[in-house]
């Protein structure tokens, strides 16, 4: 068993945004579980996360599976004793119209997106509300308050997202649970390498035309890096964002004003 120190586990920490969120929670002092279906990165941040001096716990888990995320809450459980955090940050992206979606892809896109929310509120709620305490953080997106073109599907999942917060925030608010997100915009990861491709073909333009117009699109003139967003999850993870609940926080670089 571990030294007992807060933990939080950052679903999808493998890279991108999951990725900085774990680094600057590990320079939080929180010990960091990452749980993501690839092991390989799971591993590499884990090894990044120790090098900060605390503890990290790798956990391949598949999010859209309700038997794996339980599974991967009683490693975390087993490992460190509490759970003082979740970040159901792991998310997948599809481009298309509406019109060429599979219904298997809508489905798929659901279950990575929106069932590991509710699978993950679920399976930590009653350790957090045991604690007495306990803050559970989710991925929406920009996408979440105003559907984008081509990302249908991928937009529905993030409002779903922001319906389950404030819905598990009044629901958990009495057990001192508190329940918020965040909303990025254009973040620099492999998701958007992606985007961008599958715009690439659509649009018939060369590949990064797509990311640089979305980049013009923001105020403050550059594409967001992952610790934007991680410097907004480190308030929400802390005491100082106690009285906070409910909510989904926009970071953006200037693109919706909400
Ligand atoms: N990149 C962007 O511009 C934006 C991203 N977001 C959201 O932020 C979150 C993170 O995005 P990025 O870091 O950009 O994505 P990414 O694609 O770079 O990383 C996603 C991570 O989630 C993991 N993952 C995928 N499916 C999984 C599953 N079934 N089970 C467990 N892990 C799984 C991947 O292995 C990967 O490590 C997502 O929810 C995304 O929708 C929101 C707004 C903008
Ligand atoms: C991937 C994503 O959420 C956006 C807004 O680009």
Do not use: C
């Not at 119209?97 to 798929?108: P, V």
């Not at 922001?162 to 649970?177: P, Y």
């Not at 973040?187 to 979305?214: A, C, F």
């Amino acid at each position: 068993m571990f030294k007992m120190t807060k933990t939080a586990i950052v679903t999808g920490g493998g890279q991108g945004i999951g990725q900085g969120i774990a680094l600057q929670l590990a320079q939080d002092g929180f010990n960091i579980v990452i749980a993501d279906l690839n092991p390989t990165t799971a591993a590499d941040t884990v090894t990044q996360v120790e090098a900060l001096g605390v503890k990290g716990l790798a956990v391949q888990t598949d999010v859209s599976d309700e038997t794996s995320v339980n599974a991967m809450v009683v490693a975390a459980k087993n490992a460190f004793d509490t759970i003082d955090v979740l970040v159901n940050n792991a998310g997948i992206a599809q481009v298309g119209t509406i019109e060429e979606t599979s219904a298997a892809d809508f489905d798929k896109i659901f279950k990575i997106n929106v069932n590991s929310v509710f699978y993950g509120i679920k399976a930590v709620a009653p350790i957090m509300r045991a604690q007495g305490k306990g803050k559970i953080i989710n991925a929406s997106s920009i996408a979440g308050h105003e559907g984008m073109e081509l990302l249908g599907p991928y937009s529905a999942t993030k409002f779903a997202i922001r319906g389950l917060t404030q819905s598990a925030a009044q629901e958990l608010a009495k057990d001192h649970i508190t329940v918020n997100g965040y909303a990025p915009g254009i973040v620099l990861t492999p998701m958007w390498d992606l985007i961008d491709k599958r715009m690439s073909e659509i649009h018939n333009v060369p590949i990064g035309q797509s990311l640089h117009d979305y980049i013009q699109s923001i105020a403050l003139g550059r594409g967001e890096h992952p610790q934007d967003i991680a410097n907004l999850v480190s308030f929400l993870a802390s005491d100082k964002a106690d009285y906070i609940t409910g909510q989904t926080y926009v970071v953006d670089g200037g693109i919706r004003y909400i």
